[in-house]
T-cell receptor
Framework: QQPVQSPQAVILREGEDAVINCSSS?????VHWYRQKHGEAPVFLMILLKGGEQKGHDKISASFNEKKQQSSLYLTASQLSYSGTYFCGTEHPNDYKLSFGAGTTVTVRA | DSGVTQTPKHLITATGQRVTLRCSPRSGDLSVYWYQQSLDQGLQFLIQYYNGEERAKGNILERFSAQQFPDLHSELNLSSLELGDSALYFC???????????FGAGSRLTVL
């Protein structure tokens, strides 16, 4: 079951913030976040395993609300290098599949 | 270089043909995942192997098959190819499930 991501696309100016949401209709075991730049392979950003967990990577952080079956990715003080398509991937208990959402394309402009 | 090697990088073939895509996982990784990414689309999960055994299956067509060999490399076989099979096929590996996936550079398949 693929997670649902929103928004589909976002355009930012350098220094602005953005939030990308990921939700599932089924109970979640973990949420992964990856970023794919145009013409390249997806690259791992972070994994969240426990309900309520938050993680950060530079000025990119994420939260995981196990009860709501949702995760959010926060881009703070965006930089040009943040441009790309962000995918959330979800795993469910007793199911080894890692299914990805449709992606959110982030464009950061100077 | 991510450590995951996919060959070939590009492949152009005709409808009705059969192709094999190959993936060598990162050293030490036991799991291999295959994903299909059509133009401007998301990553569609096809299949996962762990240490030679099929572990999870997605919406993989019957015309597609895969296997993981004792040396842990994996092959994805696509047969009776159709125009709609044109896509970027990614292989990813991890040490086990629920772990970080490392993606290869992908194999771009064009069916004419």
């Amino acid at each position: 079951q693929q997670p649902v991501q929103s928004p589909q696309a976002v355009i930012l100016r350098e220094g602005e913030d953005a939030v990308i949401n990921c939700s599932s209709s089924k109970a979640l075991y973990s949420v992964h976040w990856y970023r794919q730049k145009h013409g390249e392979a997806p690259v791992f950003l972070m994994i969240l395993l426990k309900g309520g967990e938050q993680k950060g990577h530079d000025k990119i952080s994420a939260s995981f609300n196990e009860k709501k079956q949702q995760s959010s990715l926060y881009l703070t003080a965006s930089q040009l290098s943040y441009s790309g398509t962000y995918f959330c991937g979800t795993e469910h208990p007793n199911d080894y599949k890692l299914s990805f959402g449709a992606g959110t394309t982030v464009t950061v402009r100077a | 270089d991510s450590g995951v090697t996919q060959t070939p990088k590009h492949l152009i073939t005709a409808t009705g043909q059969r192709v094999t895509l190959r993936c060598s996982p990162r050293s030490g990784d036991l799991s291999v995942y295959w994903y299909q990414q059509s133009l401007d689309q998301g990553l569609q999960f096809l299949i996962q192997y762990y240490n030679g055994e099929e572990r999870a299956k997605g919406n993989i067509l019957e015309r597609f098959s895969a296997q993981q060999f004792p040396d842990l490399h994996s092959e994805l076989n696509l047969s009776s190819l159709e125009l709609g099979d044109s896509a970027l096929y990614f292989c990813a590996s991890s040490f086990s499930g629920a772990n970080v996936l490392t993606f290869g550079a992908g194999s771009r398949l064009t069916v004419l």
